[in-house]
C-alpha cells in the first residue's frame, strides 16, 4: 500500500504542477489588474488548438509557437476590451470574460467543428520509466520540468527585473506607479498578455493528455479558480504551493474515495478558507476588501 | 330618387362616385385576398422541437445528434402533411436545462413532438416533461434502463438499445478473455447502470470484480486511476465513461503504456470518441449501433450517409445515424397519422416499421423500445484511413428469437405502461 501512495502522490504532484502553470496567469491578472478572468480557460483552450492546428500544417516544433500566438492574442483582447473595465465595477469583468468565454468556445466549434481532434506527443518523449513502485511517463515527466524551468524564470522575472518590480508594485498599489511616470497602460496589457500566454502553454502541454474539445476550457478554469483562491489571491508562493496540494489530494482521493474524486479540491478549499479565510498566503490588501 | 339623393346630401352620406369604386375596388380586393390569408394560416410552418447540447461535456456527439436529425426534414424538401415543417434546436447544458428547454418547446414554440437527450439524465429529465405535456418524444441516444423500464410512459420513445442489452451482447467477449474483471464507469446512470450489469454477469458466470471505480464526468486526468487498474492486475477492464471522457481515458491508458497490456472493452461507443483519440492511442473492444461502411446498411442509410459526407465533408458517425433515424420515425409517424394530434402520433409511432435486411426494426407497444442488432467491434490493429478505425467482429443477436431474447420480455422489465 505504501508503494502505491508513494506512486500517487508523485503522479500528483505533475497534475499539481500542470495546474500551478494555469493558475499562476489567472492569479497575476487578478493581482495586478483586478480582472476576475473567467476566460482564463478559453485561452488555455486556444493554445491546444493552435498548437493542434500548427502540428498539423508543419510538425510538432512548430506548435511551441502556440502560447506566444495565445499571449499576442490575449494582448489584443485586452486593448480592444479588458482596458476598458479597469476601475470600473468587478461583476462588469467577470460578465465580460464570461461572455468572452462562450464566444471562444463557439469560435473554436466553428472552425474546428466540435468532435475531439487528435493529438499526440511527440515519438521522442513516447514510452515510461519506472523507480521501483513510481511510474511516470518521459511525457509527463517533461511537462514536470518544462513547468518548473518555467516558474523558477518567472519568479526570477518578477523579483530581479525592473519589470517584474513594476507589475509588483502596480499589483499592490497601480495608481502610485502610474504617478511615478510608468506608462500604465503598456504594463497591463503585457500583464495581461504574459496570463494569456501561461494559459496557452498550459494549453499546449495538456494536449496530448486531454480532449481537445471547444469545450475543454472547464476541465482548467475550475481547478485554476480552485487554485488562486487556496493559494490567495494574487499570490504566486501561493498558487504553486496550493496547485500541488490540489494535484496530490485529488490523487489520493482517487486511491481511497474514487467517486469523491470530482468533489475533492472543492473541500479542500472549503476546509482551507474555514481556517484561513484570506487563502494560505493571501495578504490583506485593501484593493480588494 | 331625386329626394333621397338630397336627403343622402343633407345628413352627409352621399357615396359619390369615385368612392363607389374606391369600395369596390377593395372589397374585390379583400375578396380575392381572402384564399390567400386562407392559404397562409393552412401553411403555418409544423414545428418539431430538438433539444441536444450545445455546450458542456457530450457536445461533441451532440453536434452529429443533430446534424443526423436536420438531414431527416431537410430529404422530405422540409415538408411534412403538405405543410411546411421546420425544427427548433434548444440547448441542454444540464438535467434542470434539458428539462426547461422542453417546457420551452412544448409551451413558447408549440411543437408536436421532440428528438434529444444526449445523455440519460438529460433524456430522463425530458421525458418527464413529455408525460406531463402529452407530447411524443424519441430519446435517441440515452441507454439507460430506467428510460424503458420504471420510468417509462405512454409519450416516450427509445431507439438506443439499453444498457442491459449491450452488455448481454459485449460481456461473453470479455468473459472468453479472462474472469477478473476491473470497472470504471462514470458517477450517473449510464455509468451505474454498466456497473451492475457487468457485475451480475461475471458473478453469475464463476469470475470476480477486482476493482470498480466511479469517475466523476469531466474528470481531466485518469493517471491515477489508471495506475489503481495497474496495480489490481485484471484480465480485463470494463469502461462506462463516455464521450470525451472515453477519449481522454484511452489518451493516457496509451501514455502509461497499457495499451495492448490489458484489454479494454466498453458499450455503446460513438465514432467520434475514437476519431478524438488518434491512431496511436486508440484501442479496445466495443459495442456500436451503427457503422457506416457495414455493407448490410439499407440502400435508405446508405443514401443518407452519401448526403451526409457531402453536406458535411466527413462521414456520417454513428451518431449522425441515431440523430437521423429517430427523427426520421418521428416525422414518419406525423405522415402516418395524418395529423399533429399528439396520442395519433404516439399510435403511429408504436406502429411505425423500418425495414432493415431480415428484420423489422420498430417500437414495442409495451415499453417503447426500439428492438435492433448491435455490431461488435474492434479496432483496426493499423489505421491508415483518418475516418476508420473499427474492425467490425459480428452483428448480433443473429436471430428474431435471440433479439427478443437479448431485450428481454414484458415480465423482466419494470415498465407498468400508462394510457393516453
Not at chain 1, 479565510?277 to 476588501?289: A, I, K, N
Request: with cysteine; aromatic share 10%; net charge neutral.
Amino acid at each position: 500500500m505504501f508503494d502505491m501512495i508513494l506512486s500517487q502522490a508523485v503522479n500528483g504532484l505533475v497534475l499539481g504542477f500542470l495546474y500551478v502553470l494555469i493558475a499562476i496567469g489567472l492569479s497575476i491578472i487578478f493581482g495586478m489588474l483586478g480582472i476576475v478572468n473567467f476566460a482564463h480557460g478559453a485561452f488555455f483552450a486556444i493554445g491546444a488548438y493552435l498548437a493542434f492546428a500548427l502540428n498539423k500544417e508543419f510538425g510538432w516544433w512548430a506548435a511551441l509557437a502556440a502560447p506566444v500566438l495565445t499571449g499576442l492574442i490575449g494582448a489584443f483582447v485586452e486593448v480592444v476590451l479588458i482596458r476598458h473595465l479597469y476601475g470600473k465595477e468587478p461583476l462588469l469583468g467577470l460578465i465580460l470574460t464570461f461572455a468572452l468565454a462562450l464566444l471562444t468556445e463557439a469560435v473554436l466549434r466553428l472552425i474546428f467543428g466540435g468532435a475531439p481532434v487528435p493529438f499526440a506527443a511527440p515519438k521522442f518523449l513516447a514510452g515510461f520509466v519506472e523507480y521501483g513502485a513510481i511510474l511516470i511517463t518521459k511525457y509527463r515527466m517533461f511537462v514536470l520540468i518544462t513547468t518548473v524551468v518555467i516558474l523558477v524564470l518567472f519568479w526570477a522575472f518578477l523579483a530581479y527585473t525592473p519589470y517584474g518590480r513594476i507589475i509588483r508594485a502596480g499589483s499592490r498599489d497601480p495608481e502610485m506607479v502610474g504617478l511615478l511616470g510608468i506608462n500604465l497602460p503598456i504594463v497591463f496589457t503585457g500583464v495581461f498578455s504574459i496570463g494569456c500566454l501561461l494559459a496557452g502553454l498550459g494549453g499546449l502541454l495538456a494536449a496530448p493528455l486531454w480532449t481537445i474539445t471547444p469545450s475543454m476550457a472547464a476541465g482548467a478554469i475550475m481547478p485554476a479558480f480552485v487554485i488562486v483562491t487556496i493559494g490567495g489571491l494574487g499570490s504566486f508562493l501561493g498558487a504553486i504551493v496550493a496547485g500541488l496540494l490540489v494535484g496530490v489530494t485529488t490523487a489520493m482521493t482517487i486511491q481511497f474515495q474514487p467517486e469523491w474524486a470530482g468533489a475533492a479540491m472543492y473541500i479542500l478549499m472549503a476546509t482551507i478558507l474555514l481556517i484561513r479565510p484570506r487563502g494560505l498566503f493571501g495578504e490583506r490588501w485593501e484593493r480588494f476588501e | 330618387m331625386t329626394e333621397q339623393t338630397k336627403s343622402g346630401a343633407a345628413t352627409g352620406l352621399r357615396i359619390g362616385r369615385r368612392g363607389l369604386l374606391l369600395g369596390a375596388t377593395s372589397l374585390a380586393a379583400s375578396r380575392l385576398g381572402m384564399p390567400y390569408i386562407g392559404n397562409a394560416a393552412a401553411a403555418e410552418p409544423i414545428k418539431i422541437g430538438m433539444i441536444w447540447a450545445k455546450t458542456g461535456s457530450i457536445v461533441d456527439q451532440a453536434e452529429y445528434l443533430a446534424q443526423g436529425g436536420m438531414l431527416a426534414l431537410e430529404q422530405r424538401n422540409n415538408t411534412l402533411l403538405g405543410r411546411p415543417a421546420e425544427i427548433v434546436w434548444l440547448d441542454e447544458p444540464n438535467p434542470q436545462g434539458a428539462q426547461q428547454s422542453a417546457e420551452r418547446l412544448v409551451g413558447e414554440q408549440k411543437v408536436v413532438g421532440m428528438v434529444g437527450g444526449a445523455l440519460s439524465s438529460f433524456a430522463l429529465a425530458i421525458s418527464s416533461v413529455a408525460k406531463k405535456a402529452k407530447i411524443p418524444y424519441v430519446a435517441a441516444n440515452a441507454a439507460t434502463g430506467d428510460l424503458t423500464g420504471k420510468s417509462c410512459n405512454k409519450y416516450t420513445f427509445r431507439l438506443q438499445p439499453p444498457v442491459d442489452v449491450h452488455a448481454r451482447i459485449l460481456a461473453p467477449y470479455c468473459a472468453t478473455i479472462g474472469k477478473k474483471w476491473y470497472l470504471l464507469t462514470a458517477s450517473y446512470a449510464f455509468g451505474q447502470d454498466i456497473k451492475r450489469a457487468f457485475t451480475d454477469y461475471i458473478s453469475a458466470n464463476g469470475g470476480t470484480v477486482v476493482g470498480a471505480d466511479e469517475v466523476p464526468v469531466g474528470t481531466p486526468d485518469y493517471s491515477s486511476f489508471i495506475l489503481k487498474i495497474r496495480a489490481a492486475k485484471p484480465d480485463v477492464v470494463i469502461g462506462g465513461i463516455a464521450a470525451s471522457d472515453l477519449t481522454t481515458f484511452l489518451k493516457q491508458w496509451n501514455e502509461l503504456g497499457m495499451k495492448g497490456k490489458i484489454p479494454f472493452a466498453e458499450i455503446s461507443v460513438g465514432n467520434t470518441d475514437l476519431w478524438g483519440v488518434g491512431p496511436e492511442a486508440a484501442d479496445g473492444l466495443y459495442t456500436i449501433t451503427w457503422w457506416y461502411k457495414n455493407p448490410n446498411n439499407t440502400p435508405e442509410e446508405q443514401a443518407m450517409a452519401a448526403a451526409y459526407e457531402k453536406k458535411y465533408n466527413r462521414p456520417a458517425a454513428d451518431k449522425a445515424w441515431m440523430g437521423w433515424l429517430g427523427m426520421k420515425s418521428l416525422l414518419d409517424s406525423i405522415d402516418m397519422a395524418k395529423s399533429t394530434e399528439p396520442g395519433t402520433i404516439v399510435q403511429a409511432l408504436e406502429n411505425w416499421k423500418y425495414q432493415r435486411g431480415d428484420m423489422d426494426i420498430g417500437y414495442r407497444g409495451f415499453d417503447h423500445q426500439m428492438t435492433s442488432r448491435l455490431l461488435v467491434a474492434g479496432i483496426h490493429p493499423k489505421i491508415t484511413d483518418k475516418w476508420d478505425y473499427f474492425d467490425v467482429k459480428a452483428e448480433l443477436p443473429k436471430t428474431p428469437d435471440d433479439i427478443a431474447k437479448a431485450f428481454g420480455s414484458q415480465a423482466d422489465g419494470a415498465c407498468k405502461m400508462d394510457t393516453l
